[in-house]
């Protein structure tokens, strides 16, 4: 489902040479409020939707799909990048978001795995959704520690040796020794492996002095 004729038919040439025939386009239309019915009517397994098509919309469409083929599987495609569009689209009903560019060799995998039961999402967008699952409490952690104690928490969280730690800091192992006990103190967990899990729950590496952090080093 895509209104660039040109992207669907190169899509519809491409995918079965390219899948050795595991993946062949049975059906394409350019009008999102047609969607569901082509899938319906065609028996698709799986259909691919561009989520920026003219009104009613890739996210309707999807919606759509959903009722009236519940068996279907839907991956959601974008030529931008726009995460809270690609939630809408997971919301909807999809359970895969592709970037648009993707050569059709790329696509080829990830569809195959949607069709095996599997949700496939970006990294980053992953990161997203799991801290947007995190607790209140959890996600509130981070905004009660300084930038320092943000720092030492993704060090934590990377897997750096207190001998790393204190090199990083300038200080003693003892002195990094400390530092890490109060953390995790503060953080209210009991192990490294557990501040580390805390980390990637609130997606501390999403924040403002991360991204500081990353360019400076």
Same mark, same amino acid.
């Given at each position: ?88 689209? /997971? ?53 009660? /520690? ?56 609130? $997606? ?10 990353? $360019?400076?080093?």
């Amino acid at each position: 489902m895509d209104d660039h004729k040109l992207f669907s038919r190169g899509l519809a040439l491409l995918l079965p040479p390219v899948s050795e025939d595991r993946v062949r386009v049975v059906g394409t239309t350019d009008d999102a409020s047609a969607a569901a019915a082509l899938v319906r009517s065609t028996g698709a397994d799986l259909a691919l939707v561009d989520l920026h098509m003219p009104p009613p919309g890739g996210i309707r469409a999807i919606a759509a799909i959903r009722r009236a083929a519940p068996v279907a599987r839907v991956v959601a495609l974008s030529g931008q990048a726009d995460e809270d569009t690609a939630l809408e689209a /997971l919301h909807a009903g999809a359970e895969a978001f592709l970037p648009k560019t993707s050569d059709p060799e790329l696509l080829v995998p990830p569809l195959l795995a949607v069709l095996d039961g599997w949700a496939v999402v970006p990294s980053g967008l992953l990161r997203r959704l799991l801290g947007d699952a995190a607790p209140r409490e959890d996600r509130g952690i981070s905004g009660r /520690l300084s930038a320092d104690e943000r720092r030492l928490w993704r060090m934590v969280a990377a897997g750096q040796s207190t001998v790393d730690i204190a090199t990083e800091l300038h200080v003693s192992e003892r002195t990094a020794k400390r530092l890490v006990a109060g953390l995790l103190r503060q953080l209210r967990v009991s192990t490294r492996t557990e501040a580390a899990a805390l980390a990637g729950r609130v $997606g501390l590496d999403r924040g403002e002095d991360g991204r500081r952090a990353a $360019g400076s080093s």
